[in-house]
């Protein structure tokens, strides 16, 4: 697993590829943790991330929980097939909120 | 029933990187379509993380294994270790339908085997916890 920063306006997006799972999740905690109170807005961008398990949703909901707490917005973009479906059976999508592009994102959290 | 593919595994997290690989083999000598594979690919990372974790509390290397095959239209997998018995089975199913503040992320690997699977079995036998999934291919 790789994690990249870039900032965008107001957002800062981190684009992580290959596998988020229970060894890598640790590291992407890290990163993520480090970003929030760096930028109003953290939008992950998922779209080389080709798989993720439980592990990976856990430093999500965390990133999501604590971005709310501070009043931050937190979002997710472009995520593949399989990821989507791990999402969408944890029951995610209704509390986390993940756009199709990078673009409409940054719109819709950053506008 | 085809021929029964075997992975030795270590009580380390990195194995799980060892697994995708030996899954993703398995997958391309049985022609397992990649959808199957990624549901024993998530739902054994789940299982083998928790064995990791929780099942040798004492410490220290110990090894434990998987195995795959085929039986006519089913995929099985078997996931046997010696550690502390545990059926995850008994984990209670998490609640789904809650607001960002109230979501706990507790029980969610167990959820995922349980609803990527077909069928889901746990027995202790012999001093070992056996965990078998399994799951029709599609044709």
Redesign the interface.
């Known amino acids: 697993m790789n994690v990249s920063e870039e900032k965008i306006d107001n957002a800062l997006v981190l684009k992580v590829s290959g596998?988020i799972?229970?060894?890598t999740a640790p590291d992407l905690q890290t990163h993520l943790m480090d970003c929030i109170g760096r930028a109003p807005t953290i939008l992950i961008d998922l779209a080389e991330t080709d798989?993720m398990?439980?592990?990976g949703?856990?430093v999500i909901?965390m990133g999501?929980?604590t971005c709310?707490k501070d009043a931050r917005q937190f979002g997710l973009c472009c995520l593949q097939e399989?990821v989507h479906e791990?999402f969408e059976?944890?029951?995610f999508l209704?509390?986390?909120q993940a756009f199709a592009t990078r673009e409409e994102a940054l719109q819709a959290l950053a506008g | 029933m085809t021929e029964r593919h075997k992975l030795v595994l270590k009580n380390d997290l990195s194995e799980l990187q060892r697994l995708a690989q030996w899954l993703e083999a398995c997958g391309e000598a049985e022609a397992v379509d990649p959808k199957t594979l990624f549901n024993f690919n998530l739902a054994l990372d789940e299982l083998v993380t928790n064995v990791v974790s929780y099942a040798y509390p004492e410490g220290g290397e110990h090894a434990f294994s998987v195995e795959l095959w085929r039986e006519g239209g089913r995929l099985i997998a078997m996931l046997v270790d010696d550690g502390v018995p545990f059926n995850p089975l008994e984990i209670a199913e998490p609640e789904l339908d809650t607001t960002l503040d109230e979501r706990k992320i507790g029980g969610l690997g167990v959820h995922f085997v349980r609803k990527l699977l077909d069928d889901v079995r746990y027995s202790h036998e012999d001093g070992r916890n056996h965990v078998r999934l399994m799951k029709h291919l599609s044709v």
């Open positions: 596998r799972d229970s060894s798989y398990s439980s592990a949703l856990r909901l999501a929980k709310k399989s791990v059976i944890s029951g209704s509390i986390i």
